[in-house]
């Protein structure tokens, strides 16, 4: 009960951050990266919005925990300002001449007290990749009910999709407080961010470019295995932010995440 007031109390914390609370802007040059791309031109952004579908696998270690394995892909649909309003496409040109996503992978362990499970993330990290032919690539279709990881998340690369940048778990912790329904849980990472070989031709500032960087989502609720030695495979989808906060506001994240309490950012449309 203890753990779940603080997880409360600390979700509240960092919900009480000001909306004039702003990321710090990037610059993005498509056209510096790959001379195809026709459709954008240099810009500022704060982040990246999108969607994720991800495979968790869960294995029960005793009645009220366990182990958790999870990979996910991170299709992003659009660029993000200081204060995540999304750029109009006509600006990133992401979308027709090309797409961006990630790969993740994160273990862990959770347990549940009170009525709320917490999950911390204790291993992990990213890549992300700039895609200049999105129609040929294809990502793996999850079915409702998985009974293991997929083979490969993305097929139909041809070779041209290339890695941006990497990134390795800090720290993370997600929250769990009901089995059925939408948005019954949420999580965040903070992980490191560290640019590709020519990278810097994409993300053209700042220089040296930040070295950190920010993901939070929701869930829906699942039913967790409940006999010990169990292992149950969920397929878990919704929508995404990454960006890089501002250190104070990283300050609290951090220790929202610490406290395993998080809350939703909500995204404005621009």
Excluded at 76 to 101: C, K, S, V
Excluded at 117 to 140: H, I, M, R, S, W
């Amino acid at each position: 009960m203890k753990k779940l007031l603080l997880s409360l109390a600390v979700a509240a914390a960092v919900s009480s951050v000001p909306a004039s609370a702003a990321n710090l802007l990037f610059t993005v040059d498509p056209q510096n990266y790959d001379a195809t791309n026709t459709n954008s031109s240099s810009f500022k952004a704060g982040g990246f919005t999108g969607q994720y579908v991800e495979v968790a696998k869960l294995t029960a270690t005793s009645l009220t925990g366990g182990i958790f394995e999870t990979q996910l892909v991170y299709q992003i649909n659009g660029f993000t300002d200081a204060f995540e309003n999304t750029i109009d496409q006509d600006i990133t040109g992401l979308g027709p001449d090309y797409r961006m996503y990630a790969l993740m992978d994160f273990t862990g362990t959770y347990s549940t007290n009170g009525g709320a499970t917490t999950f911390d993330f204790k291993t992990g990290g990213f890549t992300l990749y700039y895609d200049p032919k999105n129609a040929t690539t294809t990502f793996a279709n999850i079915p409702s009910n998985p009974v293991g990881f997929p083979v490969s998340w993305v097929t139909g690369k041809g070779g041209d999709d290339s890695v941006l940048a990497t990134g390795m778990l800090k720290q993370g912790s997600g929250t769990l407080t009901c089995s059925a329904g939408q948005n019954c849980g949420s999580f965040g990472v903070d992980a490191t961010f560290e640019l590709a070989v020519n990278g810097d031709q994409f993300f053209t500032a700042p220089s040296p470019f930040y070295n950190i960087t920010f993901a939070n989502g929701p869930f829906d609720g699942f039913n967790l295995p409940g006999v010990v030695g169990q292992t149950a495979f969920y397929r878990l989808s919704g929508s995404m932010n990454v960006h890089v906060p501002e250190p104070g506001t990283l300050a609290l994240l951090g220790l929202g995440l610490t406290g395993l309490g998080l809350a939703l950012r909500r995204r404005k449309s621009a």
